[in-house]
């Protein structure tokens, strides 16, 4: 997996609430058996009208946000089915970041899979985040895992909770399930002792 | 010791390990497998030269792209993407030697209805898939959650997953239901009360004597929609309905096995004092047949409201609201119940079991659809067949519903089955996001029995009136 550690870019602003796994990649894209190259379909029906051309509105067909690696959303993004089609294609575009006040579970943890930073910051902080992206190329968004701050183009420090394991994978970039093999003889223990106590499983 | 809740107890039951920081490996009972979350999970351990730890806990069938109409083992019933992607499942499944039920199998449908029909989900269990309605299986007593595709590849190669404990939520609804009501209009109010978000960072329990009324079925309608309100699973404890639900399915203990079996399940119940972090409760008798607006799971109401304006709304719902009702089409201040629909779509994970038909059925009893088109899509092959054989086919087609075959439909539409720009839809499925159904289709959710009602008339009905 790809390590994420810092990160300084334009943020792309979407205001919108309860942004979901639909929205960001239409069902008609989760036909592929690859993780790669969801880029272009990311949040395509908002993107793209009906004969493909660009909606020339939607903020990731801006100039100034084409090279967005961030992504400054409403709250519980995310929300909706557990396709990890959604990261991969957020990933695929080129963001690597998403700040919002709130996500839903699986889209969640699914970023950390990914090498994606998903921030929950208070909603008055995301506003101000928000403003400064709509500032498009003009403002940077500094982006600080292992500090576990956010920088605003205007030098407004925030501050934000991060689980210190999924911090570890993400910095070090690490196998999750090589990290879990590790403890192989624990799993062994637990399946002989369910294998008894729990016979019908 | 502590009291302690459902929930506590199957998570206790199910930590092979746990690190300093709380993280937790928890160990995984049933892995079911369908075919778009699952091919880039083989390829991972095809990449990475690991195999399948536990392959007979581990069940595969294919379910989103399959197409529902007759003939479909014709392979020119599918496009050549989802031909590929059931093609790879057909492959997975043999190459790891996992648990399968291919397309041309009786046995095939809906993942989360396969499960419980074949009692492969059994109380007390953990069962994990990629698929956010996993959460489907709570109503057993088991915690079933969705994954992602990473997780699935972690499932398949260690039997766990990494995780750290949920709070506790419980959701009471007390009382008795009123008639026309159902366990869709149940879970549908919930999420109306706690907004899509309300149950982030829960398990839920649901419980009250509105809970215990209900069939199993039922019960999995309400699990199943527990992610729709945010949470990463909805439980239910398990009872003498459950244990009957369970009693001979093919992979049901049997004998002295089901005894041990059961005497465990009997102490799958929250604790006298256990600690809940929140707590939500609902008098059974105020809910009524509800149906959703907007183009999210919580813009639900009661079939009598009208749709609702922006400003009835704070903060960034107002901008939400907007884009909803220009997507719906919709006009503040219209009665819901004047709402004409094009289309009815009956099934899904949510309700394509026997009871959910069974309920359409008898409001459908000779009587012909008012509406363009109405289709009826079981739940699974088995379902199909029961149907068949109780006369609930013919009860549909005769009043002018496509009886088709098992899949998961028109309810995401991976498969040819799909809203054109602007059809209308009352549908008895999970989701009523923006293009769910098809791009630029509009999705009104409802229970079977009001999606009956709405395909009589043509428009949303309160189907109190035709009882």
């Known amino acids: 997996m790809d390590k994420f550690t810092t990160l300084s870019g334009i943020a792309a602003p979407l205001p919108l609430v309860n942004i979901d796994t639909d929205m960001i990649i239409p069902k008609q894209f989760l036909k592929t058996i690859k993780r790669s190259g969801l880029g272009v379909n990311l949040f395509d029906e908002m993107r793209y009208d009906d004969d493909r051309a660009e909606i020339a509105d939607f903020v990731l067909n801006k100039p100034q946000y084409r090279e967005a690696s961030i992504l400054v959303a409403g709250e519980n993004f995310g929300c909706g089915s557990s396709r990890e089609h959604a990261p991969w294609a957020i990933k695929d575009f080129g963001i690597t970041c998403v700040i919002a006040p709130s996500y839903a579970d699986i889209f969640y943890n699914n970023c950390f899979k990914n090498g994606i930073l998903p921030i929950a910051l208070p909603q008055e902080q995301v506003d101000v985040l928000m403003k400064d992206a709509e500032k498009g190329s003009n403002a940077r968004i500094e982006v600080d895992l292992e500090a576990q701050t956010v920088t605003s183009s205007d030098g407004d420090v925030f501050s934000f909770e991060v689980d210190s394991f999924k911090k570890r994978c993400l910095m070090e970039g690490l196998d999750d399930i090589g990290l879990t093999m590790e403890k192989a003889a624990s799993i062994d223990t637990f399946e002989a002792a369910a294998a008894q106590a729990r016979p019908w499983v | ?467």
């Open chain 2, 1 to 467: 010791m502590s009291p302690k809740t459902l929930y506590d107890k199957i998570w206790d039951a199910h930590v092979a390990h746990e690190a300093d920081d709380g993280t937790c490996l928890l160990y995984i009972d049933r892995h079911l497998v369908h075919e778009v979350t699952s091919p880039q999970a083989f390829e991972g351990l095809r990449m990475t030269g690991r195999t399948v730890r536990a392959p007979e806990k581990t069940i595969a069938v294919p379910d989103h792209n399959v197409p529902t109409t007759l003939g479909r083992e014709d392979p020119e019933t599918m496009p050549e993407d989802s031909r590929v992607q059931m093609a790879a499942l057909d492959q997975n499944a043999k190459d790891f030697g996992i648990h399968y039920y291919p397309m041309n199998d009786v046995r095939q449908g809906i993942v989360h209805i396969v499960g419980p029909e074949q009692g492969w989900t059994l109380p007390g269990m953990t069962v994990v898939c990629g698929d956010s309605h996993t959460a489907t299986h709570g109503a057993f007593g088991a915690l079933a959650h969705g994954i992602g595709t990473s997780e699935v590849e972690h499932v398949l190669a260690t039997q766990t997953l990494i995780q750290k404990k949920s709070k506790n939520m419980k959701v009471e609804i007390t009382g008795k239901l009123r008639p026309g009501v159902t366990a869709k209009d149940i879970t549908m109010s919930v999420i109306g009360e706690t907004g899509t978000a309300g149950g982030t960072g829960y398990v839920i329990e649901y419980c009250g004597e509105a809970i215990r009324d209900l069939s199993m079925e039922g019960r999995m309608t309400v699990c199943n929609m527990a992610i729709e309100g945010g949470a990463r699973a909805g439980l239910i404890a398990p009872d003498e309905k459950t244990y009957a639900y369970c009693n001979g399915r093919p992979h049901a203990p049997k004998g002295a096995q089901w005894e041990a079996a059961l005497a465990y399940w009997k102490t799958l119940f929250t604790d006298e004092g256990a600690h809940f972090d929140k707590v939500v409760t609902l008098k059974g008798e105020d809910i009524a047949p509800s149906v959703t607006w907007g183009t999210s799971p919580e813009d639900v109401l009661p079939i009598t409201a009208v749709v609702p304006a922006p400003s009835d709304f704070e903060g960034g719902k107002v901008g939400a609201v907007e884009r909803s009702l220009d997507y719906m089409g919709l006009t503040p201040g219209t009665p819901l119940n004047e709402i004409a629909i094009d289309t009815v779509f009956i099934g899904s994970c949510t309700n394509g079991r026997i009871e959910d038909l069974r309920a359409a059925a008898e409001i459908l009893k000779g009587k012909k659809i008012g509406v363009k088109r109405a289709m009826v899509v079981p739940g699974s092959g088995l379902v199909r067949a029961q149907a068949e054989e109780e006369g609930l086919a013919d009860i549909f087609k005769e009043a002018g519903f496509e009886w088709r075959m098992a899949g998961c439909s028109m309810c995401l539409a991976m498969n040819p089955d799909q809203l054109a720009p602007g059809e209308r839809c009352a549908a008895t499925s999970n989701r009523n996001f923006e293009g769910r159904q098809g791009r630029g289709g509009r999705t009104h959710l409802v229970s079977p029995a009001m999606a009956a009602a709405a395909a009589i008339t043509g428009k949303l009905t309160d189907v109190r009136e035709m009882m």
